[in-house]
T-cell receptor, first 112, second 111 residues
Framework: EAGVVQSPRYKIIEKKQPVAFWCNPISGHNTLYWYLQNLGQGPELLIRYENEEAVDDSQLPKDRFSAERLKGVDSTLKIQPAELGDSAVYLC??????????FGSGTRLTVV | QKEVEQNSGPLSVPEGAIASLNCTYSDRGSQSFFWYRQYSGKSPELIMSIYSNGDKEDGRFTAQLNKASQYVSLLIRDSQPSDSATYLCAVKPGNTGKLIFGQGTTLQVKP
């Protein structure tokens, strides 16, 4: 079984530029999550999808962040414009509702 | 008060010893509890889940849950240098589908 696939693995951009991250969850996992992890901290939820519906986006900074999950499968997280403080690891995870998550390898974003 | 609290460590134990990692949580309605291991530069990996009071054993790992005290722990027996990593406690609060993570405890197992 293929795991959660994320791309790119690394991204370096200048501040004020846009950036997008892509995630393909495990087949059959109806729930998809985007987390942000700063160095030395635990992951923090940005947005949670149940199928196509964003059911929890209370922690998503909507002025610059957006996300979508087309057809309830792949998902894209976008930042526009990026700020220096957005430098972090962006993790995608998926699960069957009620069970533990499986994380992707993450995207390490550096904003310079 | 943070929703999930862990001592950031580092916790240092000699090879072969028992490592004890602790976690407290604030939501009494929480029903599901997880331990993740995260190696440096890697993503978290699920190693244990526990849902009811008591102990749950899987190989060298034992998860312990005490809902009355709002306390979860992870014991690693016969610790190996390869166990050196950050261990994240995660809690699923009642009536939500999301996991809340602690900041993690760094474990160092010295040969």
């Amino acid at each position: 079984e293929a795991g959660v696939v994320q791309s790119p693995r690394y991204k370096i951009i200048e501040k004020k530029q846009p950036v997008a991250f892509w995630c393909n969850p495990i087949s059959g996992h109806n729930t998809l999550y985007w987390y942000l992890q700063n160095l030395g901290q635990g992951p923090e939820l940005l947005i949670r999808y149940e199928n196509e519906e964003a059911v929890d986006d209370s922690q998503l900074p909507k002025d610059r962040f957006s996300a979508e999950r087309l057809k309830g499968v792949d998902s894209t997280l976008k930042i526009q414009p990026a700020e220096l403080g957005d430098s972090a690891v962006y993790l995608c995870a998926s699960s069957v509702t009620g069970y533990g998550y499986t994380f992707g390898s993450g995207t390490r974003l550096t904003v310079v | 008060q943070k929703e999930v609290e862990q001592n950031s460590g580092p916790l240092s134990v000699p090879e072969g010893a028992i490592a004890s990692l602790n976690c407290t949580y604030s939501d009494r309605g929480s029903q599901s509890f997880f331990w993740y291991r995260q190696y440096s530069g890697k993503s978290p990996e699920l190693i244990m889940s526990i849902y009811s009071n008591g102990d749950k054993e899987d190989g060298r790992f034992t998860a312990q849950l005490n809902k009355a005290s709002q306390y979860v722990s992870l014991l690693i027996r016969d610790s190996q240098p390869s166990d050196s990593a950050t261990y994240l406690c995660a809690v699923k609060p009642g009536n939500t589908g999301k996991l809340i993570f602690g900041q993690g405890t760094t474990l160092q197992v010295k040969p």
